[in-house]
């Protein structure tokens, strides 16, 4: 039986259960977390430094967590930007334009041993690269993660209106450049 978010916040608060209810936390959020992120950074090894980032931020700031949102939706504003922050920073070390990092993704994407341009899901990859950061972002929370637009305007700070916006936008977009592809 899972924990529900309220109890294990209660027990993260107590010394003597502290580290339990992490883990807890860690095995509820990890998967959904890591594909989260996976979709944004695309390696593998990557996407696991990430997230370890992630689960330390959520460690030192815990404790401060004010439950003004729920657990779920704090967890992944913290996978979020640190994913975003991830791909600023290969842009810096690699001294290139963010554009030249997303082509730089879409290579990965096409260096996978098991890739194949015709299966509509390696082109639905291919296409989520093509699209800006934040559309990006917004489609991946939609479609894969299925997250509520309310929720998903906590989670990043935008309206609702501005979500759907960018969601339809990279709709049409995904669409166009599988037709053309």
Same mark, same amino acid.
């Given at each position: 039986?899972?924990?529900?978010?309220? +109890?294990?916040?209660?027990?993260?608060?107590?010394? =003597? !259960?502290?580290?339990?209810?992490?883990?807890?936390?860690?095995?509820?959020?990890?998967?959904?977390?890591?594909?989260?992120?996976?979709?944004?950074?695309?390696?593998?090894?990557?996407?696991?430094?990430?997230?370890?980032?992630?689960?330390?931020?959520?460690?030192? =700031?815990?404790?401060?967590?004010? +439950?003004?949102?729920?657990?779920?939706?704090?967890?992944?504003?913290?996978?979020?930007?640190?994913?975003?922050?991830?791909?600023?920073?290969?842009?810096?070390?690699?001294?290139?334009?963010?554009?030249?990092?997303?082509?730089?993704?879409?290579?990965?994407? !096409?260096?996978?041993?098991?890739?194949?341009?015709?299966?509509?899901?390696?082109?639905?990859?291919?296409?989520?690269?093509?699209?800006?950061?934040?559309?990006?972002?917004?489609?991946?929370?939609?479609?894969?993660?299925?997250?509520?637009?309310?929720?998903?305007?906590?989670?990043?700070?935008?309206?609702? =209106?501005?979500?759907?916006?960018?969601?339809?936008?990279?709709?049409?977009?995904?669409? +166009?450049?599988?037709?053309?592809?």
């Amino acid at each position: 039986m899972q924990i529900d978010d309220k +109890e294990l916040l209660e027990q993260f608060r107590q010394p =003597g !259960t502290k580290e339990r209810a992490f883990t807890a936390i860690i095995k509820k959020y990890q998967e959904k977390l890591y594909w989260h992120v996976r979709r944004m950074v695309i390696d593998h090894d990557d996407a696991n430094d990430v997230l370890q980032n992630v689960f330390i931020k959520v460690w030192n =700031g815990l404790e401060n967590f004010r +439950e003004d949102s729920q657990l779920y939706t704090w967890l992944y504003r913290i996978a979020t930007n640190e994913s975003l922050t991830f791909l600023e920073q290969q842009k810096k070390k690699n001294a290139i334009s963010l554009s030249d990092v997303e082509s730089g993704l879409a290579n990965k994407i !096409t260096a996978d041993k098991n890739f194949d341009a015709n299966r509509l899901e390696w082109k639905l990859q291919l296409a989520i690269q093509q699209l800006p950061e934040k559309q990006k972002v917004v489609f991946n929370l939609r479609y894969y993660d299925e997250m509520p637009y309310d929720e998903m305007s906590r989670v990043l700070e935008t309206s609702e =209106g501005a979500l759907k916006a960018s969601y339809h936008h990279a709709v049409k977009k995904i669409e +166009e450049f599988i037709k053309n592809n």
